[in-house]
């Protein structure tokens, strides 16, 4: 073997030193697969959780605005049903029968009073109550009755000569040519039937029915007067003695307003019949401008 010089012996020993120092460092720099391999789990584990973090909040936003969405549809939804129903509803007045006529005023509660608020003392049954007589006492035609001054009633002459077309003894007609004279007489009646006016108006009533107004004028013995049935040829009516109680007085007249169907003589009598009834007891109090109607 060839034995080193000094010279090359030292530089040797000085490439064999910094191959050395080389291949520590890189160890150190690099790290070895295992380290590596744990540190780039832990950061994929890191932007896993960063990505599940950050898609369930993005669901859970989703699910809100989803089922904010939702709650605005279904208002929306209940909103539009609403109008839906209320453009569907039945207008007031409407009816299903071409004449629109109903006698027994069996019509949309938009043409009633308001049962909560309508005043009971308009109804032709409590006008029955305060003389004591039974609901059914009334012609079931009858619509309505009032008190009227009778301005040429006279002890002598009970029955006034005629004034105006409506002051006869006798039932008188309701016609297109007079039928809006029928609300000075009957002001809530005329409100209360809007259907069988605007036949009348129309002339689409029935033919072989009518509106009448019948007066009966006081005798001054009597409290009240009751239209109790109305024939071809007479019309049947009650009369109430006041006895202690105030009579109607002469200058007074009970106008009635009744629907008939079939033949009705233009001078229909009316024939008094005298009810056997006391209401000294408890009088009635009733005046001039007074109104009943059929509710």
Not at 18 to 34: N, R
Not at 111 to 138: H, M, R, V
Not at 257 to 277: M, Q, R
Request: aromatic content about 8%.
């Amino acid at each position: 073997m060839k034995k080193c010089s000094l010279y090359e012996y030292i530089t040797l020993m000085v490439i064999f030193s910094l191959s050395f120092f080389v291949g520590c460092s890189s160890d150190k720099i690099a790290g070895t697969s295992e380290e590596t391999n744990e540190f780039a789990y832990k950061v994929s584990s890191s932007s896993e959780e960063e990505s599940s973090s950050s898609s369930a909040k993005s669901s859970s936003s989703s699910k809100a605005v989803s089922s904010s969405s939702h709650a605005i549809s279904s208002s929306s939804a209940k909103s539009s049903s609403s109008y839906v129903e209320s453009s569907n509803s039945t207008p007031p007045g409407a009816t299903s029968s071409s004449t629109g006529v109903d006698v027994n005023n069996n019509s949309s509660s938009s043409e009633k009073p308001n049962e909560g608020t309508a005043k009971p003392d308009i109804s032709l049954d409590y006008y029955l109550k305060l003389l004591n007589q039974e609901s059914d006492a009334f012609d079931s035609g009858v619509m309505a009755t009032s008190i009227d001054l009778n301005i040429d009633g006279d002890p002598q002459n009970p029955n006034p000569p005629m004034t105006t077309e409506f002051d006869t003894p006798w039932p008188h007609k309701i016609v297109k040519q007079n039928v809006e004279l029928l609300q000075e007489y009957f002001p809530m009646a005329f409100t209360m039937y809007p259907q069988i006016i605007s036949a009348i108006k129309n002339e689409t009533l029935d033919e072989n029915c009518g509106l009448y107004m019948f007066n009966v004028y006081s005798d001054g013995l009597t409290a009240a007067y009751i239209v109790a049935e109305i024939t071809e040829n007479a019309i049947k009516v009650l009369d109430i003695p006041a006895h202690e109680c105030k009579a109607l007085s002469l200058t007074q007249m009970s106008r009635f307003l009744f629907y008939y169907c079939g033949e009705l003589n233009s001078h229909a009598e009316a024939e008094h019949i005298k009810v056997d009834a006391d209401l000294s007891g408890n009088c009635p109090i009733i005046k001039t401008g007074n109104e009943w109607v059929k509710l």
